[in-house]
């Protein structure tokens, strides 16, 4: 999702190469990385972040190493060992990689999870800390993982001068949405669910609050990350407005040509559920400082985009 | 240090069988753990946190589990793969010896580094965040490393029902007294210098704050965590009092017989310093709530017998 679409980007912005590192584990290459693909500048390796010499191999002569690969909340449940596995040992392969090929600029997928959950509240910048108390763990070792990435990043600049930016993305939809990231699927559940003529599900009053940003601005605020002279910093990649899932259910349906309204049920006690205490946003005005970037698209006409692009799909897959 | 201490007190309590885990890496067996493995109640497996098999192993038939192995901040920096290889994976395949071998309960080996550093101030209980902003990598990537140890606890209680309880030391201090916490080496250096007769050295003006606990203290409050019905907790085992390093090193001097003063220096600009923005301790009250423990043992009592102990040792080798 976030991958291709950087890629894509870096190939308008006039890269020379782009190297496209994936165990493909989640999916057999579609038209969209078969499309990417056909483009001469364009190659496929085929590997997993745990294989230190492939990613080396993979590494070589490259300027810039964006490193997107990790298990998010839901992976981490059905497989904690290796969820943990990718996203921290993976993570230092990555950075020994770019080490060892003398990479010049490493942008790190960090996470809002990096603030974790629980008794977060109002504008959240950089400095906050990790809140885990009374979190669901797999929530909980996301986000604490993802420190881990963001200060092995430090620590490979404190003692290699590594160049890197972590980018502390906030819950990413648009295009390609694939249905691992917990707090996106209030928008694609909604609308799998008012495709087929059904109310969107919601759990509680609707009140609870997420920050959306659009994979596109996602993708260009990694080039701009890539681009900067700013090194050693996480850096808030977010839509910047707290967002009611009651309010983002209806959007869905307006968009979509729906009539009905959501369906309101109690949480569940299964499975986890990823809340917090009060409205939140992640404070971007520093990513406005340090690369230049802000959000471009808004809710209504990012959730417009990924509708057009659900459609034309299940068009072709019909 | 506590390993042993938590061993002996076990014998103590009439334990039928005390099996010591351990890799031996960084001693090997000394006079305490000869006298220990005296004991036909004793057992030493040499074996790694790592060697999953080898752990199942030794978990068999065993009814509680003290998980104490792990990496510090010093030996992150040094080694930071296998740092987190252990902290992490290491306490992973102990939870899953202990589901595999039934083992009734665990008590995992946590650290105030959970709540970090920087910013933090005042009394500090179980539910406050992880601070990292503007620490260093090494010492961030510890208290990380312990955050995911507990969680990964929670999510095998989740998931198989495991009971545990997470025990937040402070900085651990007394017999068989190590350089490997950072923050103890204020008590060990200072010591160890005094008896040479030179200045102990303090950096900046002295004046910043650490909570120290006895190592006897907290092998007591491992038996009370593994006897209580507590589960599924985090708990502060600490000494509750901000003291100085600046106090600290004077009560050493004055403890050892000496009758310099310390001597100031500016910070260091290489290695790292854990410091905190305010005067600082853990609150231990729900230790007393939870599993019946407060320390019994002051600084002065504590650092007394660390030096008993430690002329001892030198005797022994002169």
Redesign the interface.
């Known amino acids: 999702m976030i991958g291709t679409r950087t890629a894509a980007l870096l190939l308008e912005a006039g890269a020379k190469e782009v190297v496209l590192y994936d165990n493909l584990s989640f999916d057999a290459p579609d038209a969209t990385l078969r499309d990417l693909c056909e483009n001469q500048r364009v190659s496929l390796h085929q590997g997993d972040v745990l294989d230190q010499p492939a990613l080396e191999a993979a590494c070589e002569g490259i300027d810039g190493v964006f490193a997107l690969a990790g298990f998010m909340s839901a992976g981490i449940a059905k497989n904690?060992?290796l969820g943990?596995?990718v996203n921290?040992?993976g993570a230092?392969h990555v950075l020994?990689a770019c080490h060892v090929c003398n990479v010049g600029k490493l942008v790190f997928a960090s996470s809002s999870a990096a603030y974790?959950y629980g008794?977060i509240g109002g504008s959240i910048s950089?400095?906050e800390?990790?809140?885990?108390?009374g979190v669901?763990?797999?929530p909980?070792?996301y986000g604490?993982?993802k420190?881990?990435g963001e200060?092995?990043c430090?620590?490979y600049r404190?003692m290699h001068g590594l160049d890197y930016l972590a980018l502390r993305y906030s819950t990413v939809y648009g295009e390609r949405q694939h249905y691992r990231s917990t707090n996106a699927l209030y928008i694609i559940e909604a609308y799998d669910r008012v495709a087929r003529g059904l109310s969107p599900i919601l759990f509680g009053d609707g009140s609870d609050t997420k920050d959306f940003v659009y994979v596109g601005d996602v993708a260009r605020s990694n080039l701009l990350a890539m681009a900067s002279t700013a090194s050693g910093e996480a850096i808030n990649i977010s839509g910047g407005k707290p967002l009611t899932v009651k309010a983002l259910a209806e959007t869905v349906i307006r968009l979509a040509g729906g009539t009905m309204q959501p369906e309101y049920r109690d949480t569940p006690t299964s499975g986890f559920r990823i809340t917090t205490d009060a409205p939140f946003f992640y404070d971007n005005s520093r990513a406005r400082t340090l690369i230049g970037w802000e959000p471009e698209v808004d809710i209504e006409e990012g959730i417009a985009r990924m509708i057009t692009w659900r459609k034309s799909v299940t068009a072709q897959t019909a």
């Open positions: 904690p060992a943990l596995d921290i040992r230092q020994q974790g008794a950089e400095s800390p990790f809140h885990s108390a669901p763990a797999p909980a070792l604490a993982s420190v881990i200060q092995l430090k620590l404190e």
